[in-house]
């Protein structure tokens, strides 16, 4: 799986729309960019996911570049509560069995 | 409908101590995980189960040994606890079937603490 890297951590305001970063240079034709978070002490929660073309969901939107080295979550209208550890995670289609391997990810923080 | 569930939420086990971390879930899914979290660290695979009846090491998985007892349990045991093993254990489950949402989505367990002294 192709390795990503992240920023440590970000702040928002509250009501502003948040864009949290994701390096995957390595990415290969066939992997997709995964994006799950994880509330303080509870386990990791699945967000969207993306092969080439733009994504949106009831949660997020995930914009990825054409050459597909880079995307960005979106969370368009942070609250408190969508402060989380995001991780951004590449590897193969849907369906498959290979393990899933979560990085360090950001820290957000929506301030008041 | 339950998801995963983990028992014990909390246990300590002094070192050189065994105990066996339980998770059940009840979504039919193909595949389990076991992760530990350290604090201030992301998530780090144990052993995985693609399916039932195979298990196979993830990134860290000396200390411990898993069953996959049948489809809905796979469990994490500790021979000899170590005070290198005090974490938080997730278990996590995902079907391996199907391109959509469904077949992408891992489902975590609320997560075990366990405490080696």
């Known amino acids: ?112 | 409908n339950a998801g995963v569930t983990q028992t014990p939420k909390f246990q300590v086990l002094k070192t050189g101590q065994s105990m066996t971390l339980q998770c059940a879930q009840d979504m039919n899914h193909n595949s389990m995980y076991w992760y530990r979290q350290d604090p201030g660290m992301g998530l780090r695979l144990i052993y995985y189960s693609a399916s039932e009846g195979t298990t196979d090491k993830g990134e860290v998985p000396n200390g411990y040994n898993v069953s996959r007892l049948n489809k809905r349990e796979f469990s994490l045991r500790l021979e000899s606890a170590a005070p290198s093993q005090t974490s938080v254990y997730f278990c996590a489950s995902r079907q391996t079937s199907g391109t959509g949402h469904s077949g992408n989505t891992i489902y975590f367990g609320e997560g075990s603490w366990l405490t080696v002294v």
């Open chain 1, 1 to 112: 799986d192709a390795k990503t890297t992240q920023p440590p951590s970000m702040d928002c305001a509250e009501g502003r729309a948040a864009n949290l970063p994701c390096n995957h240079s390595t990415i290969s034709g066939n992997e997709y960019v995964y994006w799950y978070r994880q509330i303080h002490s509870q386990g990791p929660q699945y967000i969207i996911h993306g092969l080439k073309n733009n994504e949106t969901n009831e949660m997020a939107s995930l914009i990825i570049t054409e050459d597909r080295k880079s995307s960005t979550l979106i969370l368009p209208h942070a609250t408190l509560r969508d402060t989380a550890v995001y991780y951004c995670i590449v590897r193969g289609p849907p369906g498959s069995a290979r393990q899933l391997t979560f990085g360090s990810g950001t820290q957000l923080t929506v301030l008041p």
